[in-house]
């Protein structure tokens, strides 16, 4: 096999009240792409009204209206029918999200090694990163009471 084109994929689903996300997580998800952290192959916004309609709105047809004309998505449509709809659930009426296929790029030649090497990932897990803290938090506070 040659060498990958793509490393593994993430999609996320990124929710926020309201139908539109704030700058805030634009510029987020820009200075990842710029810091060529990730490879953005796909973005869509997903809303759900107060009567359950779902809208899906492609990032192109929104992409000057948000600053972003300069974004390069990699792979537009990548994320499917299934994958929207999967996801979908998880938006409450009256919230937004977005949808974000992302390829972390430090993972493609790990990926390839594996692979050349014979091996595979077995399981990835992610632990959200409110979670992490709380739990480092708490074991440095636990530290801190046994030194008392």
């Known amino acids: 096999m040659s060498d990958f084109e793509y490393g593994p994929v993430e999609l996320y689903l990124i929710g926020f009240g309201g139908d539109r996300p704030g700058t805030a997580v634009l510029d ?7 810091a060529e952290t990730v490879r953005l192959l796909d973005l869509l916004f997903v ?6 309609e779902l809208r899906v709105i492609e990032f192109e047809s929104v992409a000057d209206e948000y600053g972003l ?3 390069e998505i ?14 979908a659930g998880s938006i409450a ?3 937004s999200a977005a949808i974000l296929v ?3 790029r430090w993972a493609r030649n790990f990926a390839q090694a594996l692979y050349s090497a014979g091996g595979q990932v077995l399981l990835t897990e992610q632990i959200p ?3 992490v803290n709380e739990l ?13």
């Open 129 to 131: 990163a409110p979670v």
């Open 102 to 104: 992302i390829e972390h």
């Open 47 to 52: 809303s759900r009204s107060h009567d359950n």
């Open 69 to 71: 004309s300069d974004l």
């Open 74 to 87: 990699s792979e537009a449509g990548i994320a499917g029918t299934e994958d929207i709809e999967d996801m």
């Open 136 to 148: 480092v938090a708490a074991m440095s506070s636990a530290e801190s009471n046994e030194g008392e």
């Open 93 to 95: 009426p009256g919230t």
């Open 28 to 34: 987020a998800i820009v200075d990842l792409v710029q």
